[in-house]
């Protein structure tokens, strides 16, 4: 989670983001013609939340503006690069929202199932931007991230019922060492 304060970014009132039409057009209420559809090439719901909510709010220190900036000509001029995050993104369920539904502790054994899933795109992910220094891509815990998510999780994948909770069977006795060594 990042931290947020209103001072990092510029706050535009209803009536400057309908002028401006950063989320919609004016004519006709429409995204198309928008700044958000001309901006807008992400392939997740998580990407398309994300470009919203830096259009919705402007950084306004430099820094973090020529950063951001890099990253974006890194893509540009990076085509394999971007199709390749485009390819896995692709296929990575919705980190955000599976995230909030575990720990709103409303998760179903599907949610679960989708959110392990996705997790074992993490290393990939980081392995791609890791490898171009603009994107300045650091795991917060500083540890190798492909290790947790190989064997493990997808051991546990392949025991996961996709039923509901009430159903029973959900959780699978010997889940195995790494789990265990984990609690």
Not at 53 to 71: C, H, K, M, T
Not at 108 to 128: D, F, G, T, W
Request: glycine fraction near 8%; proline fraction near 5%.
């Amino acid at each position: 989670p990042e931290l947020f304060s209103p001072n990092d970014s510029l706050q535009l009132d209803d009536a400057a983001l309908r002028n401006l039409e950063v989320i919609e057009t004016l004519r006709d209420g429409s995204v198309g013609r928008s700044l958000r559809w001309a901006v807008d090439h992400t392939v997740t719901a998580m990407g398309a939340r994300r470009v919203r909510s830096w259009l919705l709010a402007p950084l306004l220190d430099v820094n973090a503006i020529l950063g951001r900036q890099r990253v974006v000509v890194c893509l540009v001029e990076n085509p394999k690069l971007r199709e390749q995050l485009r390819f896995v993104l692709r296929g990575t369920a919705d980190l955000e929202r599976l995230a909030g539904r575990v720990g709103g502790n409303r998760a179903s054994p599907r949610e679960l199932q989708r959110l392990s899933e996705a997790l074992i795109n993490v290393p990939e992910i980081a392995q791609l931007l890791a490898a171009f220094e603009p994107m300045q891509y650091t795991l917060s815990t500083g540890e190798d991230v492909s290790s947790p998510f190989e064997s493990p999780f997808a051991d546990i994948l392949e025991r996961l019922t996709c039923g509901r909770s009430s159903d029973g069977g959900v959780f699978v006795r010997n889940c195995g060492t790494y789990l265990e060594s984990t609690c």
